[in-house]
């Protein structure tokens, strides 16, 4: 399986952009880039993917390097309720494979 | 908006006993999937499923079953139920086999095994 690395947590202020970084450097040429979050108590919820080129949806904006090594995820402007662990997932077939996540905290 | 519907959030059995984990999703999806999370160890994928009756080993099956009679629903069935089988069990669906596809979870069941 593909692996990922990303910071074990991060800490952003509310209201301010939130730049989450994630390494990938055994990517296949087929692997979609995905991000998930989980917020406490709950299951994951889908965030954005993308396979090349950056991509915005109505939660983030992901940004993907040239050569696919790595990625980031981009909020925004941080809100309390952003606060979850935030996981960066390479797609093995349609299998969704976890790492350990960051842990995003967000102060007011 | 998908849902997946997870039968109870919290249960509570003794070890032995056969219990059955329920997941319903209602958005006609091909492929509904288990995973058990576990603090250290992230979400790990126990068995999926791609269409009726069909039903794929995952990273960790043993002590696991699965059944899958009618599309919406996907059972995880403990046969006997063991302490080391306490963990939160989430279940997800998926539109199909495409590997962009989103994956949605339920909310998750808190298993205590005694």
């Known amino acids: 399986d593909a692996k990922t690395t990303q910071p074990n947590s991060m800490e952003s202020n509310e209201e301010e952009p939130v730049h989450l970084p994630c390494n990938h450097s055994t990517i296949s040429g087929t692997d979609y880039i995905h991000w998930y979050r989980q917020l406490p108590s709950q299951g994951p919820e889908y965030v954005i993917h993308?396979?090349?080129s950056n991509v915005n949806n109505r939660m983030a904006s992901l940004a993907i390097a040239e050569d696919r090594k790595s990625s980031t995820l981009i909020l925004h402007r941080a809100t309390l309720r952003d606060a979850a662990v935030y996981y960066c997932?390479?797609?093995?077939?349609?299998?969704?494979?976890f790492g350990a996540g960051t842990i995003l905290r967000v102060k007011s | 908006d998908v849902k997946v519907t997870q039968s109870s959030r919290y249960l509570v059995k003794r070890t032995g006993e056969k219990v059955f984990l329920e997941c319903v999703q209602d958005m006609d999806h091909e492929n509904m999937f288990w995973y058990r999370q576990d603090p250290g160890l992230g979400l790990r994928l126990i068995y999926f499923s791609y269409d009726v009756k069909m039903k794929e080993k995952g990273d960790i099956p043993e002590g696991y079953s699965v059944s899958r009679e009618k599309k919406e629903r996907f059972s995880l069935i403990l046969e006997s139920a063991s302490t080391n089988q306490t963990s939160m069990y989430l279940c997800?669906?998926?539109?199909?086999?495409?590997?962009?596809?989103?994956?949605?979870f339920g909310p998750g069941t808190r298993l205590t095994v005694l």
């Open positions: 997932i390479l797609t093995d077939g349609n299998k969704l494979v």
């Open positions: 993308g396979l090349t």
């Open positions: 997800a669906s998926s539109p199909s086999r495409a590997t962009y596809n989103e994956q949605f």
